[in-house]
């Protein structure tokens, strides 16, 4: 059970690199702090479980919040859906400037009326079968002086 855990831990980060280069996490740090953020100190990476046979409404789900995440102040990476291999695994990326940041874009998600309905949505149609949350620290480039 341990060895498969850990099978999947290495092979869902050997798949989170690979995208890394598809997003675009410099150009959302540049878009915060133009808005008068700071710039993205922290990455919250949401791994889901899906169901297999529902994923057209765990798409239609992440496609809401395509909007609704940087409407409410998220820094948006992207949402990722399954494609080859497993089929039941989605990921989503999103960047703030502290966790105080993320904790008030958490209070205004709880606020707005369209990100309760797309929560609500989630929990009637049980499309999402597990959700985790990590922490990560982005590495940006270092500036040389000039």
């Not at 999103?94 to 105080?100: H, T």
């Not at 597990?130 to 620290?137: K, S, T, Y």
């Not at 982005?138 to 002086?145: E, G, N, Q, T, V």
Request: proline fraction near 5%; charged fraction near 25%; aromatic fraction near 10%.
């Amino acid at each position: 059970m341990i060895d498969k855990l850990r099978r999947n831990l290495v092979a869902g980060a050997l798949r989170l690199a690979l995208l890394m280069p598809f997003v675009k996490p410099l150009e959302t740090a540049a878009a915060m702090k133009r808005s008068g953020g700071n710039s993205m100190q922290i990455v919250c990476h949401i791994r889901y479980e899906i169901d297999p046979y529902k994923r057209e409404l765990f798409e239609r789900y992440a496609r809401a919040w395509l909007t609704l995440i940087p409407a409410n102040g998220g820094a948006l990476i992207g949402y990722f859906l399954p494609s080859e291999g497993t089929d039941y695994v989605a990921h989503a990326m999103v960047g703030f400037d502290s966790l105080a940041a993320y904790e008030a874009y958490r209070e205004r998600l709880r606020a707005d009326p369209a990100s309760v309905a797309n929560f609500a949505f989630a929990q009637r149609e049980k499309f999402i079968l597990r959700e985790e949350r990590e922490w990560l620290q982005p590495l940006m480039p270092s500036r040389r002086a000039e």
